[in-house]
């Protein structure tokens, strides 16, 4: 009986830890037709992706290497058919001293990517086009 509450209480944990790791996505568009460094419209987007090592280094649950975010949001700009990426910033916290012993067992880790691209020509006509749009309907 005490093993299945074991096995239970431990699947539970891995259930929850799972549905823990995840991503956040920010797209910057508004830049009030300004341009960037080339000349060309550019949008900014930042990834944070929060995951858990396994004793500190081991990669458990989440994306939480540089290479996987690079990979993730490189993915997504080229879904919504952006360039010219440009990595503008990356960071990645280990919080193995958050509430030692317990994050030396099981480490929270957060990364973030941030790039500039160029989007393409129709998505940045459209976010133009809502932004007079709105600019018209605020002088209302």
Known sequence: MQIQRLSL????LVLALSFAACS???TAKHFNGRVGMNGEHVYVR?????????GIVLKLFGATDMDSMVDQMT?????EGGDHVRIIETSTENYWYGFPPFTWILT????TVSADY???????Q???ADDLEAAKAAKK
């Open 9 to 12: 209480v431990t699947v539970s």
């Open 24 to 26: 956040f996505h920010s």
């Open 46 to 54: 930042s990834t944070t992706n929060v995951g858990f090592n396994f």
């Open 75 to 79: 993915a997504s700009i080229a879904e």
């Open 108 to 111: 929270p880790v957060i990364t």
């Open 118 to 124: 160029r989007p393409t020509t129709e998505a940045w």
């Open 126 to 128: 459209k976010d133009r």
